[in-house]
């Protein structure tokens, strides 16, 4: 979409130079094995990726086997909301389970792990409320994080600006 200043929108109405385009430079992209993707069912197994005991075993995995990544990206937090342990712990019982296991293994891993979550939008400009109360699901998570970071689309730009709500470097809190 960069290459061609389309927006990364509706793609159900992608033309088919659109989706000829995509499948084409996604192979490329694909290329040296520089992306791998764990989706949450890997064989008969679920709960790869939305349970925190799964998260962990791909953790365990990395270390196991001695896999090198530049970054480890989780997305959709809020997804992690069941346990192949205890099928009856709660949602928010599951991403407490999930944030310990991210703040033991980000020692223990040589790479940042990043969580994508999604937070309730701001109404207008003068919107003041606290980023730790925008964010959906358990906001343990701001506890644990090393940083936080508010992606914020400028789609008439076909850019994103990046607000830091939390930094070790604290001149950056606050700024675009």
């Known amino acids: 979409c960069l290459l061609k200043s389309w927006a ?3 793609h159900n109405e992608f033309s088919e130079e659109q989706k000829v385009f995509f499948r084409e430079n996604i192979a490329v992209l694909a290329k040296g094995g520089r992306l791998t993707v764990v989706g949450d069912v ?4 679920s ?7 799964g998260i962990q075993d791909i953790f365990d ?3 196991r086997e001695g896999d090198q990544f530049t970054a480890i990206c989780i997305d959709y937090y809020q997804n992690v909301k069941s346990s192949r342990v205890n099928p009856q712990m709660a949602e928010w019982e599951c991403q407490q389970k999930l944030c310990g ?5 980000k020692n223990r891993l040589n790479c940042p792990i990043v969580v994508l979550a999604q937070m309730s ?11 730790t109360v925008r964010l959906k ?4 998570l701001c506890d644990k994080a090393t940083m936080i970071l508010e992606l914020i689309p400028e789609r008439e730009l076909l850019r994103s600006k990046w607000r830091v709500w939390k930094s070790r470097f604290t001149d950056a809190v606050g700024k675009s």
Request: proline residues 5%; without cysteine.
């Open 8 to 10: 990364y929108v509706n």
């Open 42 to 45: 890997v064989g008969n197994v």
């Open 47 to 53: 709960g790869n990726t939305t349970t925190p005991e």
């Open 61 to 63: 995995s990395i270390l």
């Open 101 to 105: 296991i991210l703040d033991q293994y």
């Open 121 to 131: 939008k701001l109404t207008d400009d003068s919107d003041t409320t606290p980023f």
């Open 137 to 140: 699901g358990r906001k343990l």
